[in-house]
C-alpha cells in the first residue's frame, strides 16, 4: 500500500482480528456448551472455558441420542446426511454434465426449448413451490425414502450452465482428433470432455455437498419417520423453545456435528470452493 | 456462442437430456403449474368440490393486513441484513486487501460459516441470546438491559438478522475481495500522488470502482434474504412472537402448514415466484452488462 | 496405393455460402501437395473434407481406390496434424500417440512399440511421461505429428501446423516435416498460408482463391509460369510488380515490342536489373525507399517519377540516394503478361 505507517499498518490487523473473533464466537460458545453438563448451561453459570463432559456428551450425542424429542443417534442422522448430500451432489453433476453435453455436442430438434425448460427452473426455487411438489412426492410413494429426499433436489440449472460454459471453451479441434482416433460421442465424453472437465466438477461437488447437506425444509416436510432424519433438521427438534427440557449441551455437541463435514469440506477445499462460488455467480 | 464442430446423433441426445428434463417437468413444472392453478380456485371445506373464481383469491390475500405485515417484516429483515452483511463484509474486505500477504490467510478464517447451515446458524445465535441461560443475554441483564427475543418482536428481529448476517458475511467478503484485487494498483497510486488521502481515497476512487460488485452482492443478498433464511427463522423464532418475524415464504410454509386455505397459499406462492423472477431478471440484466464492460 | 483424388467438389454451408467451388485435384501416391491461398480461399474446408470433419456437398472424394464421402473420419485411414495442436491435455504424451490405436483395438505390445518407434523418430522419448502443457511448442508440435505417424494412416493431413512456432523453429520444422514425409513416404496434404512454406515442402503445388484452384503444379512452374495474375502476385517475396498497361503505355516505361491490347504486365524484382541501356523493358524510377537485407537490396522507385511503385532487387549493398533517378530493365523471357479481362495469362 502507499502509507507507510505503523498505525495504519497494524489497524487492519485489529480490525481482521475482532472481525475474525466475532464470526467464530458463535461456535466457540457451542462448542464449550458441548462440553459442561445440562445443569452448568441451564443454570446460566456456564464459563467461557471447556468442560470436563467432552467425551460424555459427545458419546451420548453419536452413539445414544436425546432423551425427549429426538430418539435416533445423531450418528445415524450423520449417514442419512452424508447419503442425501452425496446423493445430491453427485446426482446433480451426472445429469448436469450429461445434458450439459447434450446441448453443446450435438444438433436436434427442440435443443434451444430444452436449454430454456432447465434454465427456467433457476427462478423456481422450492420455497415457492413447496406443497404441491410435497403432494406429487407422496403421491408417487416416496415420503421418507432416500429417493423422495434426494431426486426432486437433483435437477440443477445452475450447474448445467457452468458445464456448458466449461464445454464452450474446449477447443474444437479435440473433437476433431477424437473423431480421427475413432472415439465416438460417448467414448470423447467419458475420455476427454469429463478428465477435462474434473476442477469444474470437483468445485460444483464442493458446493452441491454443502447445498445437499444443509437441506432444511424439504427434508422436514419429506421424513416423517426417525430413523430417516437429517442432522440439521434434528437439531431444531432438539431444541424446545421455552422449556427448560432442552439438554442443550447434546443440541449444541449435535450443532458442531452438523457443522463439521460441510465446514471442512470448505476449509480443506477452499480453492475449489471459491472458484465454484465464483462460477456458479456467473 | 454456438459450437462449429459437434457430434451426429438423432436419439442419443435426448437420452442424454431425459433425466434433467424429467425431473424438471415432474417436480418443478408440475408443482409449479398446480400452485398458478390452484391459485385461482376455491375448495369448499371439505374438499368436495372445487370452483374457479379467478383472481378473487390474489383480492382477499391482499386485503388481508397480516399479508401486508409479512411484505413489511421482509423489507426489513432484507434491508438490515443486506446492509450489516455487506457494509461489514466490506470492511473486512478492504482491511484484508491492504495486507495481501495476510489476506488469504484471513480468508480461511473469514469464509467457512458459507457452509454452516441456516437452521444451525438459528440455533446457534439462539443460544447466545436464549433469556435465561444465553451468554450475551445474561451479560446484557447485568449492564441492565432486558432481551427477550421470545417476547419482544424486536429483539427476536434483531436475533435472525444478526443470524442470517454472520453467515452472509463470508459470502461477500469473498467477492468484495475479489472486486478489490480486480482494482489496478496503479489506479490508487495515482489518486494517492494526485493527494488524497487514504478514506478520500476510498470513497473516491475504490468505492465507484467496487459498485458492480457491490449492486450484483446486493441483489444476490436478497434472494438470499428471501429464500435461504427460512432454517434462521424456522429454528430461531419459528416466525414469532405474534408473527413478527414471519416473512412471506416463512408465512407460506406456515399458513400451509395448518391447512385450509389452500387457494390463498398457492396465490401467495405465486406472487413469490413473480418476485423471484423480477430479482432473476435483474440479476442477468447485470450479467449481461457486465459482460459488456 | 493411396493416391487423393477429389472431383468437383463443392462445400455450401447452411446459409448458402459456397466455400469450395469444385475443386479437382490429383494427389498422387507419396506425393507431398501443398495447398496455398489467403485466409477464407477455402484450403482449410477443403482439407476439412478430405479429413471427414466437414461434409461434402457435391463431388467426390477418394483416398486409394475408395471414394470416402460417407466415411466417418477415424475410419478413412488418415491422420491430422492441428494447428493448435489439439493435443488431449489430461493424457500423457504417450496416451496421445496410443488414444487413437488403442480405439482401434490395436494390440498393446503393437502400440508400444509403435509410439516408441514414432517417439524416437521425433526426438520425445525424454519425454512420454509427460503432460502436454510442460513440454515446448516446437515439443508438442513434434507430439502431434509422433499422434499423426504412429497411425501408419495412407495421408497425413497438415492444417498449418507451424503457424503458432516461432520463426526460428518454423524454418526448423519445416525441414524435419519434409525429411520425415520423404523417409516415410506417405502421401501428403498440407495447408498454409506461408507460401515460403508451400513453396519449399511441396512437390505439388495448389494455389486457391476464392473457393477455386487457381493453379496447380510444380511449385517451380508456379513461380516461373504463373497461368493467373493472382498466382503472380501470390507467389514469390517480395512480390511480383505487377503493372496495368493501357494501350497509350506508361510514362517511363519503354517495351521493345508492345502488345496490341490492354494487359497486366509482371516482372519479379530480381529480374530487374540496373543499367544505362535500354532492355526488352526499361523502367525509369526515382528512387522513394531502399532497404539493405544483407546478401540482397531491395530499391522501391516510382515509375516515371510519380507512377506506380516498382520494387527492384539488387545483390549486394550498393545502394543509391533516395531521390536519384535511375534505370531498371529486363529480359524478354522474363516478362509476364495477362488479360485484364480474365486475369488470365496471355504469354
Not at chain 1, 220 to 233: A, E, G, P, R, S
Not at chain 2, 38 to 64: H, I, M, R
Not at chain 3, 232 to 251: E, Q, R
Request: with cysteine; net charge neutral; glycine share 6%.
Amino acid at each position: 500500500m502507499v502509507e507507510r505507517r505503523r498505525l495504519l499498518d497494524f489497524l487492519p490487523h485489529l480490525i481482521l482480528i475482532i472481525g475474525v473473533a466475532i464470526v467464530a464466537f458463535p461456535v466457540y460458545v457451542a462448542f464449550i456448551a458441548s462440553t459442561w453438563d445440562a445443569a452448568t448451561i441451564s443454570n446460566g453459570s456456564m464459563p467461557l472455558r471447556p468442560g470436563p463432559h467432552f467425551a460424555e456428551n459427545y458419546y451420548r450425542t453419536i452413539f445414544v441420542g436425546t432423551s425427549s424429542s429426538t430418539r435416533e443417534p445423531v450418528g445415524t442422522m450423520m449417514l442419512n446426511s452424508l447419503i442425501m448430500a452425496l446423493t445430491i451432489a453427485i446426482g446433480k453433476i451426472a445429469i448436469s454434465l450429461i445434458s450439459a453435453f447434450a446441448v453443446v455436442y450435438f444438433r436436434f430438434p427442440f435443443r434451444m426449448t430444452a436449454f430454456w425448460i432447465i434454465f427456467v427452473t433457476l427462478m423456481l426455487p422450492v420455497e415457492v413451490r413447496i406443497f404441491p411438489t410435497y403432494k406429487i412426492v407422496a403421491d408417487l410413494n416416496m415420503l421418507d425414502t432416500f429417493a423422495g429426499l434426494t431426486i426432486p433436489l437433483i435437477a440443477s440449472a445452475t450447474a448445467t450452465l457452468l458445464f456448458r460454459q466449461f464445454f464452450m471453451t474446449v477447443p474444437d479441434e479435440l473433437v476433431e482428433a477424437s473423431k480421427i482416433d475413432g472415439a465416438g460421442p460417448m467414448k470423447f465424453f467419458v475420455d476427454t470432455l469429463v478428465p477435462l472437465s474434473i476442477t469444474s466438477i470437483a468445485a460444483m461437488f464442493v458446493i452441491q455437498f454443502i447445498y445437499g447437506w444443509n437441506q432444511y425444509l424439504w427434508p422436514l416436510l419429506i421424513t416423517t419417520k426417525d430413523n430417516m432424519q437429517t442432522i440439521v433438521i434434528a437439531i431444531k427438534k432438539m431444541i424446545v423453545t421455552q422449556d427448560a427440557l432442552t439438554e442443550w449441551q447434546l443440541a449444541m455437541a449435535t450443532a458442531i456435528l452438523a457443522m463439521l463435514p460441510p465446514v471442512l469440506v470448505v476449509v480443506v477445499m477452499q480453492k475449489l470452493f471459491v472458484k465454484g462460488l465464483v462460477e456458479t455467480e456467473k | 456462442m454456438e459450437k462449429r464442430v459437434v457430434f451426429n446423433g438423432k436419439l442419443l441426445p435426448y437420452l442424454l437430456l431425459a433425466p434433467q428434463l424429467l425431473i424438471t417437468l415432474v417436480f418443478f413444472y408440475w408443482p409449479a403449474g398446480q400452485a398458478v392453478l390452484q391459485s385461482f380456485l376455491v375448495q369448499d371445506a371439505f374438499g368436495l368440490s372445487t370452483e374457479f373464481v379467478w383472481f378473487e383469491n390474489y383480492q382477499v390475500l391482499f386485503s388481508k393486513p397480516e399479508y401486508y405485515k409479512s411484505m413489511l417484516t421482509t423489507a426489513i429483515f432484507s434491508s438490515l441484513v443486506a446492509f450489516f452483511s455487506l457494509s461489514i463484509a466490506l470492511l473486512l474486505a478492504v482491511q484484508a486487501d491492504r495486507h495481501i500477504k495476510f489476506a488469504s490467510g484471513y480468508k480461511t478464517l473469514l469464509i467457512w460459516p458459507y457452509a454452516v447451515a441456516p437452521a444451525v446458524a438459528g440455533v446457534l445465535w439462539l443460544f447466545m441470546f436464549q433469556p435465561s441461560l444465553g451468554i450475551v443475554s445474561q451479560s446484557m441483564r447485568v449492564a441492565g438491559f432486558e432481551w427477550n427475543p421470545l417476547l419482544r418482536q424486536d429483539h427476536a428481529m434483531m436475533l435472525v438478522v444478526m443470524a442470517a448476517t454472520w453467515k452472509q458475511i463470508s459470502y461477500n467478503f469473498l467477492f468484495f475481495l475479489a472486486g478489490l484485487q480486480a482494482i489496478p494498483k496503479s489506479v490508487i497510486e495515482a489518486a494517492a500522488i494526485d493527494g488524497a488521502r487514504p478514506a478520500r481515497r476510498f470513497w473516491t476512487i475504490i468505492f465507484p470502482l467496487l459498485s458492480p460488485t457491490t449492486f450484483f452482492l446486493l441483489v444476490v443478498n436478497i434472494v438470499y434474504v428471501f429464500f435461504d433464511t427460512f432454517g434462521i427463522i424456522d429454528a430461531a423464532t419459528q416466525g414469532g412472537p405474534a408473527k413478527g418475524t414471519e416473512t412471506m415464504v416463512y408465512k407460506v410454509y406456515s399458513d400451509g402448514r395448518s391447512g385450509g386455505d389452500l387457494g390463498g397459499s398457492a396465490a401467495q406462492s405465486v406472487v413469490l415466484m413473480v418476485i423471484v423472477i423480477a430479482l432473476t431478471a435483474i440479476q442477468f440484466r447485470y450479467v449481461e452488462r457486465k459482460v459488456q464492460y | 496405393m493411396s493416391d487423393v483424388r477429389l472431383q468437383s467438389v463443392r462445400k455450401v454451408y447452411p446459409g448458402g455460402v459456397e466455400a469450395v467451388k469444385g475443386v479437382s485435384l490429383e494427389i498422387a501416391d507419396g506425393q507431398f501437395c501443398v495447398l496455398v491461398g489467403p485466409s477464407g480461399c477455402g484450403k482449410s474446408t477443403l482439407l476439412r473434407m478430405v479429413a471427414g470433419l466437414e461434409t461434402i456437398s457435391g463431388g467426390t472424394c477418394s483416398i486409394g481406390d475408395r471414394e470416402v464421402n460417407e466415411v466417418e473420419p477415424a475410419d478413412r485411414d488418415i491422420a491430422m496434424v492441428f494447428q493448435n495442436y489439439a493435443l488431449y491435455p489430461h493424457m500423457s504424451v504417450y496416451d496421445n500417440m496410443a488414444y487413437g490405436l488403442r480405439n482401434r483395438g490395436t494390440p498393446k505390445d503393437e502400440i508400444d512399440r509403435r509410439v516408441r518407434e514414432a517417439a524416437r523418430i521425433l526426438e520425445v522419448e525424454p519425454f512420454l511421461e509427460r503432460r502436454p502443457r510442460a513440454l515446448s511448442g516446437g515439443q508438442r508440435q513434434r507430439v502431434a505429428m509422433g499422434r499423426a505417424i504412429v497411425r501408419k494412416p495412407k495421408v497425413f493431413l497438415f492444417d498449418e501446423p507451424l503457424s503458432n512456432l516461432d520463426a526460428k523453429l518454423r524454418i526448423q520444422m519445416r525441414v524435419e516435416i519434409k525429411k520425415l514425409q520423404r523417409a516415410l513416404a506417405t502421401t501428403s496434404i498440407y495447408v498454409t498460408h506461408d507460401q515460403l512454406e508451400a513453396m519449399t515442402l511441396a512437390d505439388q503445388l495448389v494455389v486457391m482463391n476464392k473457393g477455386q484452384v487457381e493453379q496447380a503444379g510444380a511449385p517451380i512452374t508456379l513461380y516461373e509460369r504463373p497461368i493467373t495474375i493472382f498466382v503472380a502476385g501470390f507467389i514469390g517475396a517480395p512480390p511480383m510488380n505487377l503493372l496495368d498497361l493501357p494501350v497509350t503505355g506508361l510514362p517511363g516505361l519503354a517495351l521493345a515490342s508492345p502488345p496490341s491490347g490492354p494487359v497486366t504486365l509482371g516482372i519479379r524484382p530480381e529480374h530487374l536489373e540496373l543499367s544505362a541501356e535500354a532492355g526488352s523493358l526499361s523502367l525509369d524510377l526515382t528512387v522513394t525507399a531502399v532497404e539493405a537485407v544483407g546478401a540482397e537490396s531491395y530499391i522501391y522507385g516510382a515509375l516515371g517519377g510519380q507512377g506506380p511503385e516498382i520494387i527492384v532487387r539488387i545483390p549486394g549493398r550498393d545502394l543509391p540516394a533516395i531521390g536519384t533517378s535511375l534505370r531498371a530493365i529486363a529480359r524478354p523471357e522474363n516478362l509476364h503478361f495477362f488479360s485484364r479481362e480474365t486475369g488470365l495469362r496471355l504469354n
